[in-house]
């Protein structure tokens, strides 16, 4: 596709489930971004993936949260035993090479733990 | 550590009336300075970047000028129209500390009422 894709657009779920959210980054972009959009916390980076290095976690809130790039293209970002704060929007972005490269960002999930 | 702070809002204007959105930063480096764009029910869509000190950011008539010394980006239109009405957020990248990461102001939201 022409874009970076998201699935599901929406998520409800009850706390203590697990969840996984997907995201399919443009074709040929080699980095991959997760970031989190809450009420009062803005916007948070989450995890960060460029080709086959090992990606850059730090912004992963506790290790309940978990990610996955398969293949060097789709990532699935896992949410063990949700909690009621996890609810938020979770965008993926990714960019091509270079140092300044623009992120082009996905739609969302919304996620929301009952 | 590297942050931006932005002008919370929300802001209403009228049409045609000039906007300032201010948008301050910290960083550990020399970062890249990012406006995106967020209209509603949409993703996040890239607004301007400056990747030096004294570049000026420029699309759709708004404009933000990288200034070291006052470490500020300040976004800026000179007429605004209804079909501006969005979040703005202001954002950096500190790609020479090794972050890839976008870092986020909070977003300030614009109204621009007819």
């Known amino acids: 596709g022409a874009g970076v894709s998201q699935s599901p657009s929406n998520k409800v779920t009850e706390k203590g489930k697990d969840v996984e959210l997907r995201c399919d980054p443009i074709?040929?972009?080699?980095?991959l971004y997760w970031y989190r959009q809450s009420l009062g916390q803005g916007l948070e980076f989450l995890i960060y993936?460029?080709?086959?290095?090992?990606?850059?976690k730090s912004g992963l809130p506790s290790d309940r949260f978990s990610a996955e790039r398969t293949g060097g293209s789709v990532s699935t970002l896992t949410i063990q035993r949700t909690q009621q704060e996890d609810s938020a929007v979770y965008l993926c972005?990714?960019?091509?090479?270079?140092?300044?490269?623009?992120?082009?960002f996905g739609p969302g999930t919304r996620l929301t733990v009952l | 550590g590297d942050s931006v702070t932005q002008m919370e809002g929300p802001v209403t204007l009228s049409e045609e009336a000039f906007l300032t959105i201010n948008c301050t930063y910290t960083?550990?480096?020399?970062?890249?300075l990012f406006w995106y764009v967020q209209y509603p029910g949409e993703g996040l869509q890239l607004l301007l970047k400056?990747?030096?000190?004294?570049d000026k950011g420029s699309n759709k008539g708004f404009e933000a000028t990288y200034r070291k010394e006052t470490t500020s980006f300040h976004l800026e239109k000179g007429s605004v129209q209804v079909s501006d009405s969005a979040v703005y957020f202001c954002?950096?990248?500190?790609?020479?500390?090794?972050?890839?990461?976008?870092?986020f102001g909070t977003g300030t939201r614009l109204t621009v009422i007819p």
């Open positions: 074709s040929g972009h080699t980095a």
């Open positions: 400056a990747t030096k000190a004294d």
């Open positions: 954002a950096l990248s500190d790609v020479q500390t090794g972050a890839n990461n976008l870092f």
């Open positions: 993936f460029q080709g086959n290095s090992a990606p850059d």
């Open positions: 960083a550990t480096g020399y970062p890249s």
């Open positions: 972005a990714s960019s091509g090479q270079g140092v300044y490269n623009e992120q082009f």
